[in-house]
T-cell receptor, first 121, second 110 residues
Framework: NAGVMQNPRHLVRRRGQEARLRCSPM?????VYWYRQLPEEGLKFMVY????????ESGMPKERFSAEFPKEGPSILRIQQVVRGDSAAYFC???????????????????FGPGTRLTVL | RKEVEQDPGPFNVPEGATVAFNCTYS??????FFWYRQDCRKEPKLLMS???SGNEDGRFTAQLNRASQYISLLIRDSKLSDSATYLC???????????FGKGTMLLVSP
């Protein structure tokens, strides 16, 4: 059973370009989460999606960032008109159930992909 | 007060040592707690969940103190391979997402 897949692993963009980051969840998982880790910082939640629905986008910047998880295909995190401050590692995670379901924390486990390292020149 | 606070370290210990990390959280209604491990430039991986009664997994012991709102991780008989950053993670009640601390770096030397 393949784990969470992310591509590309490394992405270089110039200021003003668009960045598209892809995430394929583990088989059987329908919940996807995106996190951003800035240099020397902890992981920060960005958005939580289920198939075709955004459940929680409270961590997404108001402008330039969008995410989707279509019925078919991977989840996409899209950053328009990138700036240097967008340089970071972007991690995707997936889970079988939504956080809070089940009686034990094990049901909440989120499995992380290897991340995409975005560098904006 | 930060939502999840950890001492960034680094903690430098020799092989075989016992080391303990603490973490405090601000949301008293938080319902689930975890320790994740993150190796340099890699993704976080679940190390263990933390239960109110405390739990042990081999050389690792996790404790939760709800009254004081802190979580601890104890590593016995440290191995070189334990060198990593340990992330304290909280799932606040009523929220759908994990809140991560910045992590505590552990360096185990021969």
């Amino acid at each position: 059973n393949a784990g969470v897949m992310q591509n590309p692993r490394h992405l270089v963009r110039r200021r003003g370009q668009e960045a598209r980051l892809r995430c394929s969840p583990m088989k059987g998982h329908s919940h996807v989460y995106w996190y951003r880790q800035l240099p020397e910082e902890g992981l920060k939640f960005m958005v939580y999606l289920q198939k075709e629905n955004i459940i929680d986008e409270s961590g997404m910047p108001k402008e330039r960032f969008s995410a989707e998880f279509p019925k078919e295909g991977p989840s996409i995190l899209r950053i328009q008109q990138v700036v240097r401050g967008d340089s970071a590692a972007y991690f995707c995670a997936s889970s079988h159930r939504s956080p809070g379901q089940g009686s034990a924390p094990i049901y909440n486990e989120q499995f992380f992909g290897p991340g995409t390292r975005l560098t904006v020149l | 007060r930060k939502e999840v606070e950890q001492d960034p370290g680094p903690f430098n210990v020799p092989e075989g040592a016992t080391v303990a990390f603490n973490c405090t959280y601000s949301n008293s209604a938080s319902q689930s707690f975890f320790w994740y491990r993150q190796d340099c430039r890699k993704e976080p991986k679940l190390l263990m969940s933390v239960y109110s009664s405390g739990n042990e997994d081999g050389r690792f012991t996790a404790q939760l103190n709800r009254a004081s709102q802190y979580i601890s991780l104890l590593i016995r008989d440290s191995k070189l391979s334990d060198s990593a950053t340990y992330l304290c993670v909280v799932l606040p009640s009523g929220y759908s997402t994990l809140t991560f601390g910045k992590g505590t770096m552990l360096l185990v030397s021969p």
